[in-house]
T-cell receptor, first 115, second 114 residues
Framework: DADVTQTPRNRITKTGKRIMLECSQT?????MYWYRQDPGLGLRLIYY???????NKGEISDGYSVSRQAQAKFSLSLESAIPNQTALYFC??????????????FGPGTRLTVL | GNSVTQMEGPVTLSEEAFLTINCTYT??????LFWYVQYPGEGLQLLLK?????DKGSNKGFEATYRKETTSFHLEKGSVQVSDSAVYFC?????????????FGKGTKLSVIP
C-alpha cells in the first residue's frame, strides 16, 4: 500500500461548489503539506502543518482552507471553487527534526477541474 | 526570498545521450538542495539531494554537485534511457518564517527516444 494516499484522484466540479480533498499517510510523519501544480509554474505551497495544532499558510493560501484531523490526515477545502483553481494538487509529508535536510514524500495527486 | 531557476524544456534526447539540466538558486543562509522526479501520472519522488557546499548527490546514475560559488546544482547523467523520461524539478529547502520549506523550480520535461 502507498504511504501517502489522496482522494479523490480526479474531480470535476462547478464554480461555486465546496470541494474537499483528503490526504492520509502511514509514514508516521508529523509534518504535512498541500501544494498545487500548474503547467509551467512548478509546485507552489498552499498550507503546511507541523503537527495537529500547528497550521500555517503557504505562498498561495487565498481561497483555500485546511483541517488537520489527526497526525495521519490533512484535508484541503475549496469553500467556493473557481475556474482558476483548476490544477493538480499534491499532498506531502516529512519527518520532523531534520530541518533543512527534510525529504518530502508525495502522494499521487488529485486532478481538479472547475468548470 | 528564496527562488530556483532551472532550464526550460522540453528536452528531447536519444537513448544513451548525455544529460544536463541546469539549476541555479537564490537563498539566504545555507539551504539544502534537491532534485525530484515526476514520472507520468505519478507524484514527485526524491531523486537525490545535497545538504552542504561541495556535496555530491547521486542516485540511479544521476549526479548533482552543490556549488555555492556559482549557486548551482546541475543534474547530469552520462547515458539516459527511455525509462528516464519524466519531469525533473530542482528544489531548495531554506529557512523561512522560522521553519524549513521547499521552493521548487518550474520543472524540465525530459523525453528520451529510442
Amino acid at each position: 500500500d502507498a504511504d501517502v494516499t489522496q482522494t479523490p484522484r480526479n474531480r470535476i466540479t462547478k464554480t461555486g461548489k465546496r470541494i474537499m480533498l483528503e490526504c492520509s499517510q502511514t509514514k508516521g510523519h508529523d509534518r504535512m503539506y498541500w501544494y498545487r501544480q500548474d503547467p509551467g509554474l512548478g509546485l507552489r505551497l498552499i498550507y503546511y502543518s507541523f503537527d495537529v495544532k500547528d497550521i500555517n499558510k503557504g505562498e498561495i493560501s487565498d481561497g483555500y482552507s485546511v483541517s488537520r484531523q489527526a497526525q495521519a490526515k490533512f484535508s484541503l477545502s475549496l469553500e467556493s471553487a473557481i475556474p482558476n483553481q483548476t490544477a493538480l494538487y499534491f499532498c506531502a509529508t516529512s519527518d520532523a527534526g531534520q530541518g533543512a535536510t527534510d525529504t518530502q514524500y508525495f502522494g499521487p495527486g488529485t486532478r481538479l477541474t472547475v468548470l | 526570498g528564496n527562488s530556483v531557476t532551472q532550464m526550460e524544456g522540453p528536452v528531447t534526447l536519444s537513448e544513451e545521450a548525455f544529460l544536463t539540466i541546469n539549476c541555479t538558486y537564490t537563498a539566504t543562509g545555507y539551504p539544502s538542495l534537491f532534485w525530484y522526479v515526476q514520472y507520468p501520472g505519478e507524484g514527485l519522488q526524491l531523486l537525490l539531494k545535497a545538504t552542504k557546499a561541495d556535496d555530491k548527490g547521486s542516485n540511479k546514475g544521476f549526479e548533482a554537485t552543490y556549488r555555492k560559488e556559482t549557486t548551482s546544482f546541475h543534474l547530469e547523467k552520462g547515458s539516459v534511457q527511455v525509462s528516464d523520461s519524466a519531469v525533473y524539478f530542482c528544489a531548495l529547502s531554506g529557512a523561512g518564517a522560522g521553519s524549513y520549506q521547499l521552493t521548487f523550480g518550474k520543472g524540465t520535461k525530459l523525453s528520451v527516444i529510442p
